[in-house]
């Protein structure tokens, strides 16, 4: 039977990490409230035009759903396009 000794500092190191990831689980569900955005709200959380968001849409760069008059943009769809940058 192998046995690890286990230090203060190991314990701290321990503590930071899993605070780490707690408040990486709480800052998701944060993000993830709303999971369908509107184009105004995609173009000032992109910071882009109305044009540079068209663009996007017509190269099939963003995904999107128009229900009635107004399009729809998922907002996984769009973290996904910025972690591809």
Known sequence: MVTNIITQEDLQNFKTELI????????????EQKLWLKSAEVREMLKISAGTLQTLRINGTLRFSKVGGTLYYNYEDIEKMLNQK
């Open 20 to 31: 780490e990831e707690i408040k990486n689980l709480f800052h998701f569900k944060t993000t």
